[in-house]
């Protein structure tokens, strides 16, 4: 609150590493871009969790461009809901390292859903199960920071 009253910048996730979405991992080339809007880029993940896994990025680290990437990201799920491409969807953010961020750049994930895509035969499952085998601890093994557990 005390930045907010010194009108200091707030930065989201880790402050100072890149100044500028541009200077992100997310723009390095092979990277495909899915759509651009006026403060955000849609990506598809480098790692993903499913068939469709794309990341909202805003072009600066402040709390508007992330409400605009959080409101892309919640357009194109109801977007693909409606056209019954997906059957639903989850929207999140991991902030800090200790909350999962990998990339110290926010950015939110849109990961389609499917009834029974995660092999059990349920219905319906958390973000853990958007993929076959989500709820094991080898369920991110082809992320390059994955560590096994034991």
């Known amino acids: 609150m005390a930045q907010i009253k010194q009108n200091q910048k707030m930065t989201y996730g880790v402050p100072d590493k890149y100044h500028h979405y541009l200077e992100t991992p997310f723009m390095e080339s092979g990277n495909k871009i ?3 809007y006026k403060n955000c880029i849609a990506i598809y993940d480098k790692y993903p969790v499913c ?3 794309l990341l909202f990025i805003p072009k600066d680290n402040n709390a508007d461009h992330i409400q605009e990437a959080f409101k892309y990201a919640l357009e194109e799920g109801e977007f693909q809901t409606q056209n019954n491409n997906i ?3 989850h ?3 991991n902030m800090h390292r200790a909350g999962g961020q990998s990339v110290d750049w926010p950015h939110v994930h849109f990961i389609p859903r ?6 059990d ?3 319906v499952g958390s973000v853990r199960l958007a993929r076959r085998g989500g709820k094991s601890p080898t369920s991110y093994k ?7 557990t034991k």
């Open 87 to 89: 059957n639903g969807y």
């Open 51 to 53: 068939t469709g896994h």
């Open 142 to 148: 082809t992320h390059p920071r994955y560590k096994a």
């Open 121 to 123: 035969s349920g219905d």
């Open 91 to 93: 929207l999140g953010m």
């Open 114 to 119: 499917h009834y029974r895509d995660s092999g």
């Open 34 to 36: 899915y759509k651009e």
